[in-house]
C-alpha cells in the first residue's frame, strides 16, 4: 500500500489557469507562487461580488483521538464527490503548521486519493503565509521592547506584558522564558512566553478580514502591554501597524491549489481549533462563495470546539449562514469513547449531534472508512443514525478519492434542497462574559459548573472596564474530551469546568478564557514525526506521511 505522500507524487498535476478557470477565476487575477500554487488578487471581488452565494457545508466531527479522524481528508473527498456528480465545487481548508507535521499528527493536507497538491509544498513552507504572520508578529515584540529599552515613555509595566513571542513549531520549553539578560545593552529583564503561530492573534486576524484597511484597523487595536496605571499599550501606540501590514500583504490573499482530482482548492490561514477559532481564512470562503455552488470546509477538531467557533465568531463577522453540517465518525473514535466498545462509544456522537442542533442547520453523519473497520461495527452506527432520523454514509475516500464519497455526496445534496438552514447563534453578544461562557460551557460541552479562578475574575473586571465584554468567546480547551480534562473521555456530565485566565484578543474580536491545562505552545511527543523524514539525492521527500 502505498502512502500518502508517494500517492501525492505519482500525480501528474494541472496547470494552475485550468484549475482557476473551472470555478471562474481569470489569468489576470492569479499571482503565481512557483510550480502548481498560485494567490488570488482580492481585486476579484469588484468583478465577482454580485454574484449568488453557493452552499456552504462545515465538516466537522466527534472528540478525536491523538492521530484524528480524517476529518481534512473527508473534506477533500467530500468535494471531489460533489464534483463528479457534476457540482461546481470549491474546497476551503487551512494551512498545515509544522508544529503537528513534525510532531504526533503529520501532515494536514489530506490522505489517500482526498489530497491537496503539491504536499510536499503545502506541509512545508508553502507560500510563506506562516513566516510572515510569524514575522509579523514577532516585529510587535521586539518594537515593544525596544520602546521599554530606550526610556519608556508609556511607563510599561514589565511584570504586565501581554505579547508573547512565537514561533511555527512545538517547543515546551519556550513557554515560559525570561529574556533581557546580559546586561543594560541587552534589554530590560522580564518574563515572556512563546505560543506557536496559529495560536498567534495575527492569525487570528488574518482569518477574519475582508480588506486590507481592515487588516490595520484590528492590527491597531492588539494589546500588548499595561502601563503601571493599567492602561492598554496598543501596536498602534507603538506606531507598529504600517510595517505589519507590509509584512502580511501578500498572506492576506487567498492561496489556490488543486486536489488530486482537479477540484480548485484554497488552502489559507491556520488557527487552531483547541486554542483558536480552527478555520481557513474568511476571505477565501467569501471568494469561494461567489465562484462555487458548493463550497466544502472544515472546522477544527469536534464540534465543541472548531463548529461553534465558526459559527458563532467567524458566522457572525462575516455574515455567513452554513447550509449543512457533515459529521464525521470513525469507529477507532467510537471505540476509544466506549472503552473498546462502539455502541458505548455512540454517546459522544449523540452530543455532538445535539450542539449542531442548537444552531438549527441540516446534518449528516459521515463514517470515515478504515480498512480494519467492522461491518457488524458499522451497522451499529447506522442502527443509531437511522433511530435518530438522521441521514448516514459511509464513506472509503482515502483509497477510493471522490468516488468514495459519491454516496455522501448525494445524501448530502438531498439534504440541502429537501431542509433549509434556520441558522442561528447560540448566544447574543451583548451578553455579559460569564453568561457567554456559561452558555458554551454547558450547553456545548456539558458542564455543570464553570469556577473562575482569582486571576481570571481580576480578568473579567478588566474586560468590562475595557470596553470589550460584548466580543464573543473563543474557549481555550482540550480537544480529546468534552470537558477541560483530556481523560474524561465518552459524553461526561455535569463536571466543573475552571476558567484559569481571559486572554484579550481586542484585534481580533474575541475573549481566550484558558481552561485545564491547555497551553498556547503544545510540546513534541517521546517519537515525533519529525525523525522519520528525509530527502534523497534527488531531491524525493519521505515521511511526511
Excluded at 129 to 135: E, L, V, Y
Amino acid at each position: 500500500m502505498k502512502t500518502d505522500i508517494e500517492i501525492a507524487s505519482s500525480v501528474k498535476l494541472k496547470d494552475m489557469h485550468s484549475i482557476a478557470a473551472k470555478v471562474g477565476i481569470k489569468s489576470d487575477e492569479l499571482i503565481p507562487c512557483g510550480g502548481f500554487k498560485s494567490k488570488v488578487h482580492p481585486k476579484i471581488f469588484d468583478r465577482i461580488s454580485k454574484n449568488k452565494d453557493g452552499k456552504l457545508i462545515l465538516v466537522t466531527t466527534i472528540n478525536p483521538t491523538p492521530e484524528g479522524e480524517g476529518k481534512t481528508t473527508m473534506t477533500i473527498g467530500l468535494a471531489q464527490a460533489l464534483s463528479k456528480l457534476g457540482k461546481k465545487t470549491m474546497l476551503c481548508i487551512r494551512e498545515p503548521s509544522l508544529g503537528p507535521t513534525m510532531g504526533m499528527k503529520g501532515g494536514a493536507a489530506g490522505g489517500g486519493f482526498s489530497q491537496v497538491i503539491p504536499m510536499t509544498d503545502i506541509n512545508l513552507h508553502f507560500t510563506g503565509d506562516m513566516h510572515a504572520i510569524t514575522s509579523a508578529h514577532n516585529l510587535l515584540a521586539s518594537l515593544l521592547d525596544n520602546h521599554i529599552h530606550h526610556g519608556d515613555e508609556f511607563h510599561i509595566d514589565p511584570r504586565y506584558i501581554v505579547w508573547p513571542r512565537i514561533l511555527d513549531i512545538s517547543d515546551r520549553a519556550l513557554r515560559r522564558v525570561v529574556v533581557g539578560l546580559g546586561g543594560p545593552n541587552d534589554g530590560v529583564p522580564h518574563e515572556e512566553e512563546f505560543a506557536i503561530t496559529p495560536a498567534s492573534e495575527i492569525m487570528a486576524i488574518l482569518c477574519l478580514i475582508k480588506d486590507l484597511n481592515d487588516l490595520k484597523q484590528r492590527l491597531s487595536r492588539i494589546i500588548v502591554a499595561y502601563t503601571y496605571d493599567n492602561k492598554p499599550i496598543t501596536a498602534n501606540d507603538l506606531k507598529a501597524v504600517g510595517a505589519m501590514t507590509v509584512l502580511l500583504k501578500d498572506a492576506m490573499k487567498p492561496n489556490l491549489v488543486q486536489t488530486i482530482e482537479g477540484v480548485p482548492a484554497f488552502v489559507h490561514g491556520g488557527p487552531f481549533a483547541n486554542i483558536a477559532h480552527g478555520t481557513n481564512s474568511l476571505i477565501s470562503t467569501k471568494m469561494a462563495l461567489k465562484l462555487a455552488d458548493y463550497v466544502v470546509m472544515e472546522a477544527g477538531f469536534g464540534s465543541e470546539l472548531g463548529a461553534e467557533k465558526f459559527f458563532n465568531i467567524v458566522c457572525r463577522v462575516g455574515k455567513l449562514k452554513p447550509d449543512a453540517v457533515v459529521m464525521v465518525v470513525s469507529i477507532k473514535a467510537l471505540k476509544r469513547h466506549g472503552n473498546g466498545n462502539v455502541k458505548d462509544g455512540l454517546v459522544n456522537l449523540e452530543k455532538h449531534l445535539e450542539n449542531i442542533a442548537y444552531f438549527n442547520i441540516p446534518i449528516i453523519v459521515a463514517i470515515n472508512h478504515f480498512v480494519n473497520d467492522r461491518e457488524d461495527e458499522i451497522k451499529i452506527v447506522e442502527d443509531f443514525c437511522n433511530y435518530k432520523n438522521i441521514p448516514i454514509a459511509v464513506a472509503d475516500i482515502w483509497s477510493q478519492g471522490g468516488e468514495g464519497g459519491i454516496e455522501l455526496a448525494g445524501k448530502l445534496v438531498n439534504l440541502i434542497h429537501n431542509n433549509p438552514s434556520k441558522f442561528k447563534f447560540l448566544y447574543d453578544g451583548k451578553l455579559p462574559i460569564v453568561e457567554k461562557i456559561e452558555i458554551i460551557t454547558k450547553k456545548m460541552y456539558g458542564a455543570g459548573l464553570v469556577v473562575y479562578t482569582v486571576n481570571a475574575e481580576r480578568d473579567i473586571k478588566l474586560a468590562n472596564q475595557l470596553g470589550l465584554d460584548k466580543l464573543p468567546i473563543c474557549i481555550a480547551k482540550t480537544q480529546y474530551s468534552l470537558s477541560d480534562d483530556s481523560k474524561n473521555l465518552g459524553r461526561p456530565n455535569n463536571f466543573k469546568i475552571t476558567v484559569r485566565e481571559i486572554k484579550f484578543s481586542a484585534g481580533a474580536g474575541f475573549l481566550v478564557p484558558m481552561t485545564g491545562k491547555i497551553t498556547t505552545m503544545p510540546g513534541l511527543p517521546i517519537k515525533p514525526i519529525s525523525e522519520n523524514i528525509d530527502i534523497d539525492e534527488k531531491g524525493n521527500i519521505s515521511g511526511l506521511y
